[in-house]
Nanobody, 125 residues
Framework: QVQLVESGGGMVKPGDSLRLSCAVS????????MGWYRQSHENSRDVVAV???????TYSDTVKGRFRVSRDNGKNAVYLEMNNLKSEDTGVYFC???????????????????WSRGTQVTVSS
């Protein structure tokens, strides 16, 4: 069974940084494109960053230039470095394997894995 466990969230002030981690088990990690999703208070889960198997990264316009996604295939892990955080970055962050992905974009359909709890990021002054 595939497990994705996110960590690294917290409560920070605007302008601060955080680094989220996602540990993946139960699957051949290196063959999957991975994405980070954000669920704001009352909104649906939206993709904010994607990294494919060739380490190409893409971002939503809301985080481009501030966030950086990376992966370590040796550790079966994907990371999201978040800089210059803003209040609108507040939400629960999830990592997901991609079932389909349009190369060069953030368009991905998540695999049918169970959604984990994610990790909460709160940006507030």
């Amino acid at each position: 069974q595939v497990q994705l466990v996110e960590s690294g969230g917290g409560m920070v002030k605007p302008g601060d940084s955080l680094r989220l981690s996602c540990a993946v088990s139960g699957t051949s990690f290196r063959i999957f494109t991975m994405g980070w999703y954000r669920q704001s208070h009352e909104n649906s889960r939206d993709v904010v960053a994607v990294i494919d198997t060739e380490f190409r990264d893409t971002y939503s316009d809301t985080v481009k230039g501030r966030f950086r996604v990376s992966r370590d295939n040796g550790k079966n892990a994907v990371y999201l470095e978040m800089n210059n955080l803003k209040s609108e970055d507040t939400g629960v962050y999830f990592c997901r394997r991609a079932k389909t992905h349009t190369v060069g974009t953030i368009l991905m359909e998540p695999a049918d894995d169970d959604w984990s709890r994610g990790t909460q990021v709160t940006v507030s002054s």
